[in-house]
């Protein structure tokens, strides 16, 4: 079965501060995908980043950036410099090989709060 | 503009009512997914389609139904049999496998 852990519930930090929200996952398939979503107050979840099983080079746009390392299973996020606007509940997800579907498993999401 | 749409945004069940949440997509996608969130237990999938006149069971299909009639629409009815149904209700939809799923704005369902 898969899973993905988002061991930190909710980090506040100041603005301009930068912050990396942690994801672990598990899965025995050698093929698959990891998102980042993110759900501010509004409630639609707003899609961040894909990445695939075999392209583990960082990822950087704008002021975010993503480390994505198999030998530890963890496709970590990291926001630079952040912002008022930043403050969002962000989940890891992972997809699953399901037919012609996306048939995705979410962690229980980090809820980032960024002050003045 | 393409994207998902949900309604309503806010709805109320009473006791041993079935209610139905609806979905419409116009972008041609053939996948549909709709998914409950509870707070602090992130986003579970309750049933997906990935065609016409198909779907499958999620992780938590016990107590609703959904049909898919057509591609644009995929409508899920929260039964009386649902014993816990206050939650967020999300429905998205993809090109297909792996990729990335795009999301309405949710319904709030609340018991009365």
């Known amino acids: 079965a898969q899973k993905v852990t988002q061991a930190q519930t909710e980090i506040s930090v100041v603005e301009k501060e930068d912050v990396t929200l942690d994801c672990v996952y598990e899965t025995r398939d050698t093929t698959y995908y990891l998102f980042w979503y993110k759900q501010p107050p509004s409630g639609e979840l707003v899609f961040l980043i894909r990445?695939?099983?075999?392209?583990?080079q960082n990822e950087i746009s704008g002021r975010y950036s993503w480390n994505f390392q198999k030998s530890t299973s963890s496709f970590n996020f990291t926001i630079t410099a952040s912002q008022v606007v930043d403050s969002a509940v962000y989940f890891c997800?992972?997809?699953?090989?399901?037919?012609?579907?996306?048939?995705?498993?979410f962690g229980t999401g980090t809820r980032l709060q960024v002050t003045l | 503009d393409g994207g998902i749409t949900q309604s309503p945004k806010y709805l109320f069940r009473k006791e041993g009512q079935n209610v139905t949440l609806s979905c419409e997509q116009n972008l041609n996608h053939d996948a549909m997914y709709w998914y409950r969130q509870d707070p602090g237990q992130g986003l579970r999938l309750i049933y997906y389609?990935?065609?016409?006149?198909?779907?499958q069971k999620g992780d938590i299909a016990e107590g609703y139904s959904v049909s898919r009639e057509k591609k644009e629409s995929f409508p899920l009815t929260v039964t009386s049999a649902q014993k816990n149904p206050t939650a967020f209700y999300l429905c998205?939809?993809?090109?297909?496998?792996?990729?990335?799923?795009?999301f309405g704005s949710g319904t709030q369902l609340s018991v009365l």
């Open positions: 998205a939809s993809s090109r297909g496998r792996d990729e990335k799923l795009f």
């Open positions: 389609s990935q065609i016409v006149n198909d779907f």
């Open positions: 997800a992972l997809s699953v090989d399901t037919g012609t579907a996306s048939k995705l498993t």
């Open positions: 990445r695939n099983s075999f392209d583990e």
